[in-house]
């Protein structure tokens, strides 16, 4: 059973992202076709997120590079992201260099990402 005050703190943060995020996508490459021959094809996967930036703290010494985006995905996704998938972000597609969930007492918050092209 989960915690109801973790409940409160996804629609917190599902709310402060769908106000103040914009639209991206999760874009995953998805197979189908035979085995011998699968098709790949990139599916976009529509989301809310918002690009907090980076500061000099968490740049020098860390995974985090400069023209890096670095934000929180809405915990609200239709695919559970992974490092697999890139962030589409105002058209541009980013590969994860990280990604963490923000999940405490088992309810997942958001989502952080670190994502570079």
Do not use: W
């Amino acid at each position: 059973m989960t915690n109801p005050m973790y409940n409160r703190l996804r629609e917190t943060a599902q709310r402060l992202i769908d106000t103040y995020g914009k639209a991206g996508s999760i874009v995953r490459e998805e197979r189908s076709g035979p085995p011998h021959a699968p098709v790949v094809t990139p599916v976009a996967h529509s989301c809310r997120l918002v690009d907090t930036g980076y500061s000099l703290t968490n740049r020098d010494a860390s995974v985090v590079q400069v023209g890096d985006k670095v934000g929180v995905l809405s915990p609200d996704v239709p695919v559970e992201p992974g490092l697999h998938d890139r962030l589409r972000i105002d058209g541009t597609d980013y590969r994860l260099v990280d990604l963490q969930p923000l999940d405490p007492g088992g309810v997942t918050l958001l989502f952080e990402y670190v994502a570079r092209i």
